[in-house]
């Protein structure tokens, strides 16, 4: 079985070469390149095609939110984990906007890590529990102002279809569309398919946000 591809984007060396030491040690993974700012992130990128990008969001010459914006554009299928502290509330929702799977605090547990980057290889979304209800926050107040991501209470729950709307919850529950197939009896491509008519239906533009409005809304913590 191939190893997960990884390219770490930090800028300060330290960390930059802890997680490079933690993460080769694993046997499912392998570091193809580091770099220290964002636009080197983005050279690399083009040059290595990691499998994931794990990406500090505050870096110089081009930040997290950009790069993601950039990689993203040009290689689509390239998942993007975003490194992040408290106070970078904004930066974290921007970079989800532009297409990032999820994020994780700094200091993570190198299992949490390795559990993560399989999560969003596999087709799912990092939602890490610390951050999520300033992240949630944020997407509210956007709702409620001049972004084109619609307000919760503004979207109709029977715009969803019954096995849409239990897609809706399973991505909020952190699935992968592998677990959302076995679960439902499903082949991949068809849960594909209901992913698609999803995104179109809420006028989403990534994974992350069906997660984000599964919580939001609370469907996740509703009973069959």
């Known amino acids: 079985m191939s190893k997960i591809k990884v390219l770490i984007a930090e800028d300060q060396e330290i960390v930059r070469e802890s997680l490079e030491i933690m993460l080769n040690a694993r046997d499912a993974i392998e570091v193809v390149g580091t770099a220290k700012t964002g636009l080197e992130a983005v050279r690399l990128t083009k040059e290595r095609k990691p499998d994931v990008l794990l990406l500090d969001i505050r870096m110089p010459e081009m930040d997290g939110i950009k790069c993601t914006e950039i990689v993203k554009a040009k290689w689509p299928d390239i998942k993007v984990i975003i490194l992040t502290t408290f106070d970078d509330d904004d930066y974290v929702v921007n970079a989800l906007r532009n297409g990032a799977s999820g994020y994780l ?4 547990s190198v299992d949490e890590l390795e559990k993560s980057i399989r999560t969003v290889v596999a087709g799912g979304a990092i939602m890490n529990a610390d951050v999520t209800a300033k992240v949630l926050g944020m997407f509210s107040r956007m709702a409620n102002s001049d972004y084109t991501t ?3 209470d503004a979207i109709p729950r029977e715009l969803l279809g019954q096995t849409e709307t239990k897609v809706v919850k399973m991505v909020g529950s952190g699935l992968t569309n592998k677990e959302i197939a076995s679960k439902l009896c499903l082949s991949e491509g068809t849960v594909r398919n209901y992913m698609s008519s999803i995104l179109s239906k809420l006028q989403f ?3 992350t946000q069906i997660a984000i409005y599964a919580v939001q809304s ?6 069959e």
């Open 218 to 223: 609370g469907l996740v913590i509703e009973h």
């Open 105 to 108: 605090l700094k200091g993570v």
């Open 205 to 207: 533009s990534n994974r």
């Open 150 to 152: 619609p307000r919760v």
